[in-house]
């Protein structure tokens, strides 16, 4: 069965360091997605694409964070610099019509 | 903006004993209200897509509604197994034709057996 695959699983460092997640969708599937949870919340947004391009990155903050789908296949996230606040795991999602969305196993970062 | 709330935050339940779990909305332009099950230290996994105020969906000891104004999930004689926490999210049109997702913050759900 096809799943959606994140790298790495754990990730620990410390602030002001550049960090950077790697995910890789479904095959075939055009949207992929972003997004950071902190424990007990919900998924939060921070990145849609749709193949190459970003469809969405309203709440994405722009002065530390950034995200690529250059062959509208995988995609990376990265943060620099981290701070304190940025702990929470980062999940990536894909969906083959932009409707229900598969997940990957997250990265859970934490920022020392 | 789009709103969405879950109740209870968390419900403890002795196996067997049946219970519902609520979702409701604030959104323009509804495209689906997603179900979704989420354990410890994992990804969401995807449960049921609803369309339409009516429809019903089912798996196993789960059931999904929906209305134009709430969703509900009912768990019908649970088992330990059943023991996650349960995210809603609604897909609505924005800007450019795409859709939206926003997820609540889910219900945790503890079966003892």
């Known amino acids: 069965e096809a799943e959606v695959a994140q790298s790495p699983r754990y990730k620990i460092t410390e602030k002001s360091q550049a960090v950077a997640f790697w995910c890789d969708p479904i095959?075939?599937?055009?949207?992929l997605y972003w997004y950071r949870q902190i424990l007990g919340q919900g998924p939060e947004l921070l990145v849609q694409?749709?193949?190459?391009?970003?469809?969405?990155d309203s709440q994405l903050p722009k002065d530390r964070f950034s995200a690529e789908r250059l062959k509208g296949v995988d995609s990376t996230l990265k943060i620099q610099p981290a701070e304190l606040g940025d702990s929470a795991m980062y999940l990536c999602?894909?969906?083959?019509?932009?409707?229900?969305?598969?997940f990957g196993p997250g990265t859970r970062l934490t920022v020392l | 903006e789009d709103q969405v709330t879950q109740s209870p935050e968390a419900l403890r339940l002795q196996e067997g004993e049946s219970s519902s779990l609520n979702c409701s909305y604030t959104?323009?332009?509804?495209?689906?209200l997603f179900w979704y099950r989420q354990d410890p230290g994992k990804g969401p996994e995807f449960l049921f897509t609803?369309?339409?105020a009516g429809e019903e969906k089912e798996k196993e000891r789960l059931k999904a509604t929906l209305t134009k104004k709430e969703s509900f999930l009912h768990i019908t004689a649970p088992k330990p197994e059943d023991s996650a926490t349960y995210l809603c999210?609604?897909?609505?049109?924005?800007?450019?034709?795409?859709?939206?997702?926003?997820f609540g913050t889910g219900t945790k759900l503890q079966v003892i057996p």
């Open positions: 999602a894909s969906s083959p019509r932009g409707n229900e969305q598969f």
């Open positions: 095959s075939g599937h055009a949207t």
């Open positions: 694409f749709q193949d190459e391009s970003v469809v969405d």
């Open positions: 959104v323009s332009g509804l495209r689906g």
């Open positions: 609803l369309y339409s």
């Open positions: 999210a609604v897909q609505a049109y924005f800007s450019g034709g795409y859709q939206k997702v926003t």
